[in-house]
């Protein structure tokens, strides 16, 4: 396996991998951020304006949902082959996407595009663990984390260039030849597997319980609602389904999602980080806007840089953070990126309207900077302490840990905003409400990103106790 060796030599064939899962990476990234600003347009071209939030509703809870099984199924049929599976889904999704004549068959493609994409990160992710050792690894993970950030600056501005000239259906057309190209490139890549990772088969009844559960508790929290409107039976039936997904996962012998690493040392902290973290990330993405544009009356153009701005701080500190892992630990990197995902939130809270949009992209840059301060040190720490047969497992509830952390969080701060702006006639124009509702949710933020860092506190103290390291985990400090 990769930690066996110091260094893994580059060979051209490890260039094109790479180049391909990067290429895979990108074009998964770049679907996410480059429809946003085609939305309103598609709506008025293909009509039934109703259903608008289920262009993006459809793909979140497809992509969010399967990402465990996803890890899963890298683990039981190999990594190539289930990359291959989904990539094609995704692409072929994408160009239905592009022919979908009218919005009940887009949302249809949208939701099967989101089950592709659920399979692209963390299995990216899981072929980069497998090839390097953790040295090399730290660097790579740092750029690979580094590409959703330069899709979230291109993907807006692209979308509006598509709309504006050729079309909007050219923002899934694209997809084709990207997607062509990267499977292309990752052909030829041949996984080293274990013997003793034999195959085993998928957890079915854990499986539909999680992917119910889910779906039932984010139409419970308002997802995919025009009005966002909570049903709370609905949340308190989702939240059943998933204690006996629980159940049924900790009694099987081969789980769909490892549970049980949630109580590792090192593994159950950094998941904990995770969820914290990404719900954070997520608040910025759905609020910030609706502040810029609601509260402090500037433009989209206006919201979409100071969303964008949190995209300058990412990938520099994760580029920064992969180089300098193994000389500092993960430990101080957790507490470094906890400190600034603080000071971000404060500046959100603290900051007046006054200030303007300036004040709000500093703020983003910091929180970005803070997000990718830890995010790819924790992955590869989890990939470290787990064999080659639960690593896609293991990185996918990574990801989902921060998605479902993500989306949980800012439906609930939703439900808070709503409180605030219930009473107004029209609540987009409620300034004096709008601002108040959100300044609440900026400061759940600050408690959110207080509890980061008192994690992350805790596991640089008991990194700091333990008489004995692991050798896979001998940069924790």
């Known amino acids: 396996m990769a930690e066996q060796a ?44 109703e259903l608008y939030p289920w262009i993006v509703s459809g793909y979140l809870i497809t992509a ?10 890298a683990d039981i049929h190999g990594r190539r082959r289930t990359l291959m599976l989904g990539t094609a889904i995704f692409v072929i999704a994408s160009v239905l996407c592009a022919a979908s004549p009218s919005m009940e068959w887009l949302i249809a493609f949208r ?7 659920g399979c692209i990160q963390p299995v990216v992710f899981t072929v980069v663990g497998d090839i390097f050792p953790l040295r090399q690894r730290a660097r790579l993970q740092g750029l690979f984390s580094g590409m959703w950030a330069v899709a979230a600056i291109i993907g807006p501005g692209l979308g509006a260039l598509f709309v504006s000239t050729i079309g909007w259906r050219w923002i899934f057309t694209v997809n084709l030849p990207i997607g062509i190209i990267a499977a292309s490139l990752i052909w030829g890549y041949r996984e080293r597997r274990p013997e003793s990772a034999g195959a085993r088969s998928l957890e079915y009844r ?50 769909t999602v490892p549970l049980d690493l949630l109580r590792h040392r090192v593994i159950g902290p950094a998941v904990l980080v995770a969820v914290l973290g990404g719900t954070v990330m997520f608040a910025v993405f759905a609020y910030i806007p609706l502040w810029v544009q609601g509260v402090q009356g500037a433009s989209a153009y206006a919201a979409g840089v100071a969303v964008g701005a949190m995209s300058i701080g990412w990938p520099v500190t994760s580029a920064v953070a992969g180089w300098i892992m193994v000389r500092v630990g993960y430990t101080r990197l957790v507490v470094a990126g906890a400190l600034l995902l603080l000071v971000g939130s404060l500046m959100l809270a603290l900051g007046s309207p006054d200030l303007g949009v300036a004040w709000t992209a500093a703020a983003t840059i910091v ?26 497992a293991a990185t996918a509830l990574n990801q989902f840990a921060r998605t479902i952390g993500g989306a949980v969080g800012v439906s609930l701060m939703g439900v808070l905003l709503q409180s605030f702006v219930r009473s107004a006639r029209d609540p987009l124009h409620a ?41 896979t985990v001998a940069a924790s400090s």
């Open 367 to 392: 929180l970005g900077a803070g997000m990718g301060f830890f995010s790819a040190p924790l992955l590869i720490v989890i990939q470290s302490n787990v064999e080659w047969g639960r690593r896609g």
């Open 64 to 73: 969010t949902t399967t990402v465990p099984i996803w890890g899963r199924l």
């Open 206 to 255: 854990g499986t539909v319980l999680l992917t119910a559960g889910i779906v039932m508790l984010l139409f419970g929290l308002g997802t995919g609602n025009a009005t966002a409107t909570p049903s709370w039976p609905l949340a308190a039936a989702a939240a059943v389904v998933l204690i006996a997904f629980g159940v049924v996962e900790s009694r099987s012998a081969n789980p």
């Open 111 to 117: 939701t099967l595009q989101g089950i592709g994409a």
């Open 431 to 471: 300034r004096v409400q709008l601002a108040a509702g959100l300044h609440a949710d900026y400061v759940v933020m600050v408690v959110l990103s207080v509890l980061v860092l008192a994690t992350g506190v805790a596991i640089l103290v008991m990194s700091r106790r333990s008489a004995q390291q692991p050798a």
């Open 6 to 49: 110091d260094r893994v030599p580059w060979t051209a064939q490890l260039v094109r991998v790479m180049a391909g899962l990067m290429l895979s990476l990108f074009v998964a990234a770049m679907d996410a951020t480059v429809v946003g600003t085609a939305l309103p347009t598609i709506a008025r071209d293909l009509g039934r304006f």
